[in-house]
């Protein structure tokens, strides 16, 4: 039995880095992609966020369901398809609505694999005090894949070009599907004898009635809305001085910002299993991106507002990223973990929709500087919030 969860454990993580290899990769190369050999205006742009945003927030909840009523694995091979085929694609056209169609394909494969991965580990694992460890463990081993996917296919894509790049790291996503059909067995889930309509009454149940969950689920939306202001850190940081061609610079610091967490989550990951530590660290986390969004607006200099950004971006999200997951996680049951997990993946997407046209307009109202001010003030808030919430009280099962 020992053995048969450290396979699992190993399996996810190693399912968990690749996929954030492959998946940095493709976002580093596509985004400049778009620019570079697209020439897609900046209006086109955030159409395409737009697109992926709402595509997974309508197809998160029925994925969800139909994880908790079918199985946890078939989902996530079919998201690594759907994946795997919008990222080759959109390294084959340069057409808008063809790049559209890319984005539909990609936000639904992100919606199959949503609730689904954390669902399997928690069933196949089935030991709940080492279940919150291996999530901590497997968001290192994103960020320490995503630098390296950074690395790899910005080397690519600069020898054989932005598409090869793409098309590249679409074909390992796919391939990542084939390994999740081998090795991600399922041993420990029933399907589901009641309708699907009734799983989602039981989850949405859950969700409204326990408060913890409520919090997380308000805690996200807020945190997630708030983040949106990094689209505005690196021409913050080329204002207070980064050089005119900051890629290799901001390159740098995502990798540094990468290792940060990596740190900080091998700092939490041994203390998780404390009572009330994801509350307080969920906090903590929030106040210190908080200040470090406050520091970011002020900085003097760009060296000062690089430190900002790396304790944001690697530290304060990776952070509130992997203890909400963990928090909610505990809060569930296997019937409904897959549909309650989507919920959290509709708040983060609810969250960014409404905060990046907010911040959009706060930006051009009144700059960079404020806009980041505020995210900050929001964030705290959400900090504040969740430390001043009530814990302790048994799970509504």
């Not at 399997?120 to 390296?148: I, N, Q």
């Not at 690395?151 to 894509?157: H, K």
């Not at 399922?186 to 799983?199: G, L, M, S, V």
Request: charged share 15%; net charge positive.
């Amino acid at each position: 039995m020992a053995r048969e969860g450290r396979r699992v454990a190993r399996a996810f993580l190693i399912w968990t880095g690749s996929r954030a290899c492959f998946h940095r990769g493709y976002v580093l190369t596509s985004s400049l992609y778009f620019v570079v050999t697209a020439h897609l205006s900046p209006v086109r742009l955030l159409l395409l966020g737009a697109v992926i945003a709402g595509t997974m927030l309508v197809s998160d909840l029925p994925t969800g369901v139909w994880s908790d009523a079918a199985g946890r694995r078939w989902p996530l091979v079919l998201g690594h398809a759907f994946l795997g085929a919008g990222m080759v694609v959109t390294g084959l056209v340069t057409g808008f609505w063809w790049i559209v169609a890319t984005q539909v394909a990609w936000g639904l494969g992100w919606a199959c694999l949503s609730g689904a991965e954390v669902a399997w580990l928690t069933d196949e694992l089935d030991r709940p005090d080492r279940t919150a460890r291996v999530l901590m463990a497997a968001a290192r081993w994103e960020l320490a894949g995503g630098a390296a996917g950074m690395v790899v296919f910005g080397l690519l894509g600069w020898a054989a070009g932005l598409a090869t790049a793409i098309v590249v790291s679409g074909a390992g996503m796919a391939a990542l599907g084939l390994y999740v059909a081998v090795a991600f067995r399922e041993r420990n889930f029933t399907p589901a004898r009641e309708k699907r309509w009734a799983i989602f009454r039981r989850g949405a149940s859950l969700a409204r009635r326990d408060h913890e969950i409520r919090l997380v689920l308000a805690a996200t939306m807020i945190v997630n809305g708030a983040g949106m202001v990094s689209w505005l850190f690196p021409r913050r940081l080329v204002d207070l001085g980064f050089p005119d061609d900051p890629t290799l610079w901001y390159t740098a610091l995502g990798i540094l910002a990468a290792g940060a967490g990596v740190v900080a989550l091998r700092v939490v990951q041994a203390r998780i299993d404390g009572a009330g530590v994801a509350r307080r660290v969920y906090a903590l986390a929030c106040l210190l991106g908080a200040g470090a969004l406050i520091l970011l607006a002020c900085a003097p200099g760009a060296l000062t507002g690089a430190f900002g950004v790396l304790v944001v971006s690697g530290i304060a999200v990776s952070l509130t990223r992997a203890v909400g997951v963990v928090w909610v996680n505990r809060r569930t049951t296997s019937g409904v973990r897959a549909t309650v997990h989507s919920f959290l993946s509709q708040a983060e997407t609810g969250g960014e929709i409404v905060g990046g046209i907010a911040l959009a307009a706060l930006a051009q109202a009144a700059g960079t500087p404020a806009t980041l001010a505020v995210s900050g003030v929001l964030i705290a808030g959400a900090g504040v919030l969740v430390a001043r919430c009530r814990i302790g009280e048994p799970p509504f099962v």
